[in-house]
């Protein structure tokens, strides 16, 4: 798997567009966050657009069966490619909370490695076989947002635009193919904060290999 080599780092927002966004419903609440990143700001205001409601508990929708089992055909050699080195990330993070996620190009999960419980916790049940993450139905989260930016990306408790995920930190890195083409995605999530600052660094690790 070839990672494209890209900055996660984003520069703060001008004065002039962070008084703007907070001008906005949805940001109001949201003026604490004075030096939020230009990518972060743009997110919500994708969100927002979209329709999305940040108090909202929705579940994420899921693909059919059926649907969920033509993604995993038409991207096997890519999942069999994946799940050692997703293993092997999995292994450093056992028994903390997180789980190691491959979703494809559109969002929805492939392969998902957790704790025995991930699916009955509150912040990582919603990781799953099939469901869908990308930015408009799940909101500003690691793996939506690479697939807009394809480029490795942080988000980090209220930078998440559901309040629902804001207990999260999600580290995820795009994937790509020897041509360059996009791929799937690749995420480290939970909510062990004593790992947070090491999450990015092992998905783009687990991206190169």
């Known amino acids: 798997m070839n990672l494209q080599k890209k900055s996660a780092a984003g520069d703060p927002c ?3 567009r962070q008084k ?3 001008e906005c419903s949805i940001f109001s609440q949201r003026k604490k966050f004075l030096t939020t990143r230009t990518e972060i700001m743009n997110s919500w205001e994708r969100c927002d657009k979209a329709g999305l409601k940040s108090h909202g508990k929705r579940n994420p929708p899921q693909l059919a069966l059926s649907e969920f089992e033509l993604m995993v055909n038409n991207h096997c050699r890519l999942i069999t490619i994946a799940r050692p080195f997703m293993k092997s990330l999995y292994r450093m993070v056992a028994g903390s909370g997180f789980v190691v996620v491959l979703a494809d190009e559109r969002g929805y999960i492939m392969e998902v490695l957790g704790d025995a419980d991930m699916l009955q916790k509150p912040l ?9 993450w990308e930015e408009k139905v799940a909101g500003t989260n690691a793996i939506g947002t690479v697939l807009v930016l394809q480029q490795p990306f942080q988000v980090t408790g209220p930078e998440h635009y559901c309040q629902m995920h804001h207990g999260l930190t999600c580290a995820a890195a795009p994937i790509f193919a020897t041509d360059g083409s996009f791929l799937g995605v690749i995420d480290l999530s939970g909510h062990n904060v004593a790992k947070e600052q090491l999450a990015l660094a092992m998905v783009e690790v687990t991206a190169k290999a």
């Not at 990582?124 to 099939?130: A, I």
Request: glycine share 6%; proline share 0%; net charge positive.
């Open 124 to 132: 990582t049940k919603h990781f799953h076989h099939g469901a869908a």
């Open 14 to 16: 001008s004065k002039e």
């Open 20 to 22: 703007k966004i907070t």
